[in-house]
């Protein structure tokens, strides 16, 4: 067996696995987007609610975010790699030791200045004319309380990945997301504050799964600063701009949400279950294939072997954005559909909640193959250690980004669904910078080369969404019935994945068999299990 076979084949089994759990993870994660809507909007706090995240998940970004994937993984890797993994842990203890001195401090300011802040991450929230201001402050607080322990837990997972091991990387959330989902289950509809508290106990839980899970590997592990060690000098120069790059993710997000905060009651909700509900294939597709991608570019890279670097790259790339395109075409078909199956349950959503969420979804879905694209591009940059380009791309895509909204808010009257549509053209001109950037730094034309890829995809897209669009249009759903409306989208979305699927496999594109062995590799396996 050679070694691009078996490069693919390890590809293959690592990002089955990381899908799977990334699935289950992401399945939770929507469940609990769903009880928020159902437990927490009918009480009138479940905007309150999501804005309180801001402050902890900025928290995050500043010291693990992208780091974990740019610096921690790639650095852990090569070393790995060339046997010398003491050196590599000296660097990886320094990291945590200090990224966990900072986020006290982080912690202290935040927590002091949570009322001041709030005119940033909730602008539209002014002297009480909207929102519940006290409300945000106190759950805000309560919520920085959980910071430390996503942030130890992110890092740890990067350990994880470094060593290969990925299932306990890839199921760790899940649990996380369980916990979350009994506290608003149990505690939604009765109190915020109890809800909150909830969620930092699933923290916690979340913390001591992975350090379970990676508990092995740490007897290199030191409580220790080895500032001087050259190793640690070279994580942190890969380190701080992606660090910038996973904040600048969660700006745009701030920006997104503060301009929701200027619509009607409920829209900050109606937006983020839109976002949640586009991010869900997000998850699934480019950062589960892109998690178990990085490992294996960082070595080709290491071992200065670019014939093998380009070729796992552009397979991953290929894959993602086969299921990308798919997913936001469907997606962006479907919409309304989708957004009534998902979050009008009962007496806790109405049709016009349904009408704007589904704008949003639209507006959205495009991004699904832009963001797709930006996540395995930025993984390919930070494994030829290179972080200093997602910094700059996603620094001019936050100015774009602001000016958007405003352009939306101001002159359009689309409502919130300007601020979805805004984000996805943002990320359509970071998609091409990155890749014009990449081109010049590495010589690798990703377009050109791939050209003829997208245009076969095209011609398998188009057919399909005609399909998907007259079947939703023939099969409509009684609105009062689940299991009406979940028939009624699976026949349209099964018709067009059929006749793309069918196309593709006629035009004899590659990653189809790829995807499909990958898909049935894990059935088998379950059965057999």
Same mark, same amino acid.
């Given at each position: ?16 696995? +990381? ?63 060339k046997g010398k993994e003491k050196a590599g842990w000296k660097a990886v203890s320094t990291f945590m030791n200090?990224?966990?001195?900072? +986020? ?35 759950? $805000? ?38 916990? $979350? ?13 109890? $809800? ?44 701080i701009p992606s660090l910038i790059s996973s904040t600048i993710i969660e700006i745009n997000i701030i920006i ?121 591009? $930025? ?145 088998r396996k379950i059965i057999k299990a």
């Amino acid at each position: 067996m050679d070694n691009s076979t078996d490069s693919v084949k390890k590809l293959t089994g690592a990002a089955g696995l +990381v899908m799977f759990g990334t699935l289950l993870s992401r399945i939770t994660g929507f469940l609990r987007s769903v009880l928020i809507t159902t437990q927490m909007l009918p009480a009138g706090y479940s905007d309150e609610f999501i804005l309180a995240f801001t402050l902890p998940d900025l928290v995050y970004d500043l010291l693990a975010g992208g780091a974990i994937a740019a610096a921690l993984v790639p650095i852990l890797s090569t070393y790995l790699a060339k046997g010398k993994e003491k050196a590599g842990w000296k660097a990886v203890s320094t990291f945590m030791n200090l990224s966990f001195i900072l +986020v006290l401090v982080l912690e202290i300011i935040f927590f002091i200045f949570t009322d001041s802040l709030l005119v940033i991450f909730a602008s539209g929230y002014k002297d009480g004319a909207s929102g519940n201001r006290d409300l945000v402050i106190r759950l $805000t607080r309560i919520l920085l309380l959980n910071a430390p322990f996503m942030m130890l837990a992110g890092q740890i997972n990067g350990i994880l990945n470094s060593y290969r091991r990925f299932a306990v990387a890839a199921f760790g959330p899940v649990v996380y997301n369980i916990c $979350t989902i009994i506290s608003i289950a149990l505690f939604g509809a009765k109190s915020a504050e109890l $809800t909150a508290w909830g969620v930092v106990i699933g923290g916690a839980v979340f913390f001591a799964i992975q350090f379970t899970g990676a508990f092995r590997h740490f007897t290199n592990y030191r409580p220790k600063l080895f500032l001087r060690s050259p190793i640690f000098h070279e994580l942190i120069r890969q380190a701080i701009p992606s660090l910038i790059s996973s904040t600048i993710i969660e700006i745009n997000i701030i920006i997104s949400r503060s301009y929701a905060t200027f619509y009607e009651s409920g829209m900050v909700t109606v937006l983020n279950n839109a976002n949640r509900t586009w991010q869900l294939p997000l998850g699934i597709f480019a950062q589960s294939i892109g998690i178990a991608l990085l490992p294996t570019l960082s070595e080709h890279y290491a071992k200065d072997d670019p014939d093998e670097f380009k070729k796992v790259l552009y397979k991953g790339l290929r894959v993602v954005f086969l299921l990308s395109f798919a997913t936001s075409l469907l997606m962006m078909i479907l919409s309304a559909d989708i957004m009534r199956i998902l979050f009008k349950w009962g007496a806790s959503g109405n049709e016009y909640d349904v009408f704007y969420g589904g704008l949003c979804l639209m507006a959205y879905s495009s991004t699904l193959v832009f963001s797709s694209m930006i996540a395995m591009m $930025t993984r390919a940059f930070y494994s030829v250690h290179n972080s200093k380009t997602p910094m700059f791309g996603g620094l001019l895509g936050i100015i774009i980004l602001y000016l958007l909204n405003i352009f939306f808010r101001n002159a359009t009257g689309i409502g919130v669904a300007g601020t979805a549509l805004a984000y996805s053209m943002s990320q359509f001109v970071i998609m091409m910078i990155y890749m014009l950037m990449f081109r010049k730094k590495t010589g690798i034309d990703i377009i050109t080369d791939n050209f003829g890829y997208i245009v076969k995809a095209v011609i398998g897209g188009i057919p399909a969404g005609l399909a998907a669009y007259g079947l939703s249009v023939l099969i409509r759903p009684d609105v009062n019935s689940k299991i009406s409306q979940i028939a009624a989208i699976c026949v349209p979305v099964a018709g067009g994945l059929a006749i793309f699927w069918f196309i593709l496999l006629k035009l004899r594109v590659g990653e189809i068999r790829f995807i499909n062995d990958m898909v049935l590799s894990k059935i088998r396996k379950i059965i057999k299990a």
